[in-house]
């Protein structure tokens, strides 16, 4: 049984930075990828960043990219998603999911977080 558990997610003030944690149990990121994806309120989810460490490719949507990075642990069981330079817009549920390539759609992630808050304050 495969389960995503995130954490980190909370309330900062524009400009400022949050860390999110997507740690995994029943596989790991160094063979199946890892994407995150956000939700704000009255708005369709959608796609933030994804990367494969086995295949070797990572994607940011263009709203996040040079603030936003995905990394992971040296055993790849905890991915991250440092976000720096925090807007307001960027207020949402952000979900990790797993899956067999990295890729901007949901479809392809077979496994789901729970969602964590993050609010930005301007």
């Known amino acids: 049984q495969v389960q995503l558990v995130e954490s980190g997610g909370g309330l900062v003030q524009a400009g400022g930075s949050l860390r999110l944690s997507c740690t995994a149990s029943g596989r790991t990121f160094s063979t199946y990828a890892v994407g995150w994806f956000r939700q704000a309120p009255g708005k369709e989810r959608e796609f933030v960043a994804a990367?494969?460490?086995?295949?070797?490719?990572?994607y940011y949507t263009d709203s996040v990219k040079g603030r936003f990075t995905v990394s992971g642990d040296n055993d790849k069981k905890t991915v991250y998603l440092q976000m720096n330079s925090l807007k307001p817009e960027d207020t949402a549920v952000y979900y990790c999911?797993?899956?067999?390539?990295?890729?901007?759609?949901?479809?392809?992630?077979?496994?789901w977080g729970q969602g964590t808050q993050v609010t930005v304050s301007s």
């Open positions: 990367r494969s460490w086995n295949i070797g490719t990572t």
């Open positions: 999911a797993s899956g067999p390539l990295a890729t901007t759609h949901f479809a392809p992630y077979d496994y």
